[in-house]
C-alpha cells in the first residue's frame, strides 16, 4: 500500500515536513495542542487506525 502524504496531494517521500510544529517551523511537534487555539474542547480527527499484523 503506498503511503500518501497527509500535507499534499501526492505520495509520501518521508521528508519530515509534517513532524513540524505549524506555529514554529522551526520546532519539531511536541503535542502541545497550541495550534488547536482555545476552544472549549479539542478534537483530532483519526482518518485510519494501523495494525501490525506482524506480531
Request: overall charge negative.
Amino acid at each position: 500500500m503506498v503511503k500518501m502524504c497527509v500535507l499534499e496531494n501526492k505520495v509520501c517521500i518521508d521528508c519530515g515536513q509534517c513532524n513540524y510544529c505549524d506555529l514554529d517551523a522551526n520546532k519539531i511537534c511536541d503535542n502541545c495542542c497550541k495550534c488547536m487555539g482555545d476552544a472549549e474542547y479539542r478534537a483530532l480527527e483519526i482518518d485510519a487506525i494501523l495494525l501490525d499484523v506482524d506480531k
